[in-house]
């Protein structure tokens, strides 16, 4: 095991120095207006998300297909919850959430495509869940071991969107031809 990099001393006083940084320590290893600039990215994404499956819920409520309703309206849900969780990660980095409705789909990684019919609404919702898990991924990658604590919300949130394209995939399974 390698020795423990800092002395007590130094620890203390570079902790006491900056006191206004709070979370944020000389240890910080990531460019965190670079960070935070990701992490609206991905807020956007998640907000556009919530929008087309809250759409999607309502169409297919009114088509009668309860079962796949019910799905669409668990993932808007938890996109909401993804979404509050970043806006907090942001603040945590002394950022601004950006809820901007009027520039959200231009810095949204997925698309807003309504989708015509059933089957049409579970393949969009499919292929934006692999947009969000492949860029989550690349996020991931990128952060590497910088940012820990942003690592770690991505990698819970990852893990969830991966669910959800599993989730999409055996409906559309039983969905269509
Ligand atoms: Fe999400
Ligand atoms: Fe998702």
């Not at 990099?5 to 240890?27: C, E």
């Not at 947009?131 to 919300?153: F, G, K, M, N």
Request: glycine letters at 6%; charged letters at 25%.
């Amino acid at each position: 095991m390698n020795e423990f990099l800092s002395d007590v001393a130094t620890l203390r006083k570079n902790a006491r120095a900056h006191i206004d940084g709070g979370a944020i320590t000389d240890a910080y290893g990531a460019d965190r207006e670079r960070v935070i600039g990701v992490l609206n990215e991905a807020l956007a994404t998640e907000l556009v998300c919530v929008l087309r499956y809250k759409r999607h819920y309502y169409m297919a409520d009114g088509l009668s297909s309860g079962p796949v309703a019910a799905e669409f309206l668990q993932h808007a849900t938890e996109e909401q919850g993804h979404a509050d969780v970043l806006a907090a990660r942001i603040i945590q980095l002394h950022g601004e959430p950006d809820f901007n409705p009027a520039t959200l789909v231009q810095r949204s990684h997925a698309e807003y495509v309504p989708g015509n019919d059933l089957r049409d609404m579970i393949r969009e919702d499919l292929v934006a869940e692999r947009v969000a898990i492949a860029s989550y991924q690349e996020i991931i990658r990128w952060l590497d071991d910088a940012d820990p604590t942003t690592r770690r919300v991505l990698e819970t949130i990852l893990a969830v969107e991966e669910e959800h394209a599993e989730d999409l995939l055996t409906l559309l399974k039983t969905h269509g031809p």
